[in-house]
């Protein structure tokens, strides 16, 4: 039984309440999951995250917390049980927290487009620029990981989650694009940590299928349509 004094106000498709979601799964905590409609927002979202009016938000007794990433911090620092998600030297938690910027400023924003470029060209400068971020993220990996299975060490930490968030969407530009972003040639490491962290317990059942996500977005899409066409 979910434990009532944490409840999470999400949308299952989306990768930033996945990573609340899995955060909450790292440590053990049960949590009761309340389906936000994005386009009807609950009262209880709008009163509780008044500035952004978005998911995630986390709320633990009577306090909302909100934004992804410090939902993630916050769960790591009052819930001690379990595996810490953050590094505990101060410089290695410094840089997981600049990637983890980096991922939500700059990479991600080039999945969304790849989605509705228009044209080949468009299409191949994108592609470009992601798999430029993933080898980045390949060399972050390789240096800081340190032989280990994940970003974090032996367990899922606050780098996997940033990234690991993203996989079901990446999936689906992979999909839409008909290329492949993560591979052997170029992310050999990254493609292995993506197919352990897809695989881990605490993420499976999680992400959605790409399948499943396209089925959504194309929802979401014709919903956002109509709105504006009402109005």
Not at 108 to 127: H, M, V
Not at 200 to 228: C, M, T, W, Y
Request: glycine share 6%; net charge negative.
């Amino acid at each position: 039984m979910a434990n009532s004094d944490v409840r999470l106000l999400g949308a299952s498709a989306s990768p930033y309440v996945n990573r609340a979601q899995i955060a909450l799964n790292v440590k053990s905590i049960d949590y009761e999951f309340i389906a936000e409609n994005l386009f009807a927002k609950s009262e209880l979202l709008l009163k509780s995250n008044p500035v952004h009016k978005k998911v995630p938000v986390l709320i633990h007794g009577d306090k909302p917390i909100c934004e992804s990433l410090v939902i993630v911090q916050y769960i790591d620092e009052v819930f001690t049980n379990g595996p810490s998600i953050l590094p505990s030297d101060p410089y290695e938690r410094a840089t997981a927290r600049f990637w983890a910027a980096y991922l939500d400023d700059k990479w991600f924003p080039l999945i969304k487009e790849l989605r509705t470029a228009q044209g080949e060209e468009a299409k191949a400068s994108l592609i470009e620029k992601i798999v430029e971020g993933l080898v980045l993220l390949e060399e972050v990996f390789v240096k800081g990981g340190k032989g280990k299975a994940f970003f974090g060490g032996d367990s899922i930490g606050f780098l996997d989650l940033a990234l690991g968030s993203f996989l079901g969407l990446l999936k689906v530009g992979e999909i839409i694009a008909e290329v492949k972003l993560l591979t052997e040639t170029k992310t050999p490491e990254l493609l292995g940590w993506a197919e352990r962290f897809s695989s881990n317990d605490v993420v499976k059942g999680v992400i959605l299928e790409p399948e499943k996500l396209i089925e959504i977005l194309k929802s979401f899409q014709a919903a956002r349509a109509k709105a504006a066409a009402s109005n």
